[in-house]
């Protein structure tokens, strides 16, 4: 079972750069996270999904964007990289709500701004 | 808004030792959810269990366990004659009853398990 794949596992990028953060996952679940994990602190959510179509902020969603077009899928967009995004990523899904059942999160991605 | 506390930002101790990772939450919601979570250094996120408010019973499995007070707010993981491979940095984290918008996180407590 591939869970939640993330990619790429790691990157550079320069100031003013863009990107997108792939996640996808293969359990058919409605739910879907973005965090950020910055040096000695816990996750902070960027954005999430209830279901296709449907996306909504977190915490911290300044300098990103999410789209949900298909169950699947969950991509993260930086439009203009900057040193403040530098951080790892993680992705999570789960069925339904956690209050409900477990998130499963993908490995990471780690993105260094310079 | 929730907050979830975790005040050890390292802990260091010799394998077989006990060790107790503390835990203090704040919500104002009467349900709500809490959670620990692993990560090693390979870096993935691990779960380990998931506790609604409704129910302070303390649980064990093998050689963790978990004690949740509401009283004092907390839910607190203890790690039973500690072995190298628990090394890792222990996130615990709350979700109130019908959030959507995913888990609120400590800042983690990274457990050394010397040996």
């Known amino acids: 079972n591939a869970g939640v794949t993330q990619t790429p596992k790691f990157r550079i990028l320069k100031i003013g750069q863009s990107m997108t953060l792939q996640c996808t996952q293969d359990?058919?679940?409605?739910?879907m996270y973005w965090y950020r994990q910055d040096p000695g602190m816990g996750l902070k959510l960027i954005y999430y999904?209830?279901?296709?179509?449907?996306?909504d902020k977190g915490e911290v969603p300044n300098g990103y964007n999410v789209s949900r077009s298909t169950t699947e899928d969950f991509p993260l967009r930086l439009e203009l990289a900057a040193p403040s995004q530098t951080s790892v990523y993680f992705c999570?899904?789960?069925?339904?709500?956690?209050?409900?059942?477990?998130?499963?999160f993908g490995q990471g991605t780690r993105l260094t701004v310079v | 808004a929730q907050k979830v506390t975790q005040a050890q930002t390292e802990i260091s101790v010799v394998e077989k030792e006990d060790v107790t990772l503390d835990c203090v939450y704040e919500?104002?919601?009467?349900?709500?959810?809490l959670f620990w979570y692993k990560q090693p250094p390979s870096g993935e996120l691990v779960f380990l269990i998931r506790?609604?408010?409704?129910?302070?019973q303390n649980e064990i499995s093998g050689r963790y366990s978990w004690n949740f007070q509401k009283s004092t707010s907390s839910f607190n993981f203890t790690i039973t004659a500690s072995q190298v491979v628990d090394s890792a940095v222990y996130f615990c984290a709350l979700i109130p009853r019908g959030g959507a918008d995913g888990l609120t996180f400590g800042k983690g407590t990274h457990l050394i398990i010397q040996p």
């Open positions: 919500t104002r919601d009467t349900t709500y959810y």
């Open positions: 999904s209830v279901g296709a179509g449907i996306t």
């Open positions: 506790r609604n408010s409704f129910d302070e």
């Open positions: 359990m058919n679940h409605n739910y």
């Open positions: 999570a899904s789960s069925f339904t709500t956690v209050t409900n059942t477990e998130a499963f």
